[in-house]
């Protein structure tokens, strides 16, 4: 499909060289599956992004950007990693949730890629989880403590391990 309008959100643009390899892999995949991809990276270094990987970017705090990348897209990628835990913080978890919401909110194809999910130790943020990833179109976790865990948490969608 031409012109197939894509946002990544991870946790890009930090020089992490897991998170980068992630991401590369992600566009790799991304760019042998559709012909001439619109990608954008939410990045914390968006013009180092842009310029590794030939992608349109938006910084992670602009919240007109991400929405207006969001709304404007047909498919969000939640990229992969450890981002659906509240361990090193619970802000971070909300940041990533919000992500998600808002292309679930915006009627947009949600995919989670290779997620390593959890713990997460607030119930609140777990309740808010399950009925945030019971919405999205696919799900994939990088190990089966994570499926284990989504499925114990009540998330009734396919969960494929990578």
Known sequence: MANYKIVISGYYGFNNAGDEAMLSAILQALNRTFHSPDITVISGSPQATA???GVHTVPRFSIGGI????????L???GGGSLLQDVTSWKSMIYYLSIITLGVL???????YSQGIGPVRYRGIRIILKHVLNHVDAITVRDKESKGFLQRL???RKIYTT
């Open 67 to 74: 929405l207006r990348a969001v709304f404007s897209s047909d």
């Open 106 to 112: 915006f009627r947009k194809q949600v995919f989670l």
């Open 76 to 78: 969000i990628i939640s």
């Open 154 to 156: 009540g998330v009734r």
């Open 51 to 53: 310029a590794t990987y």
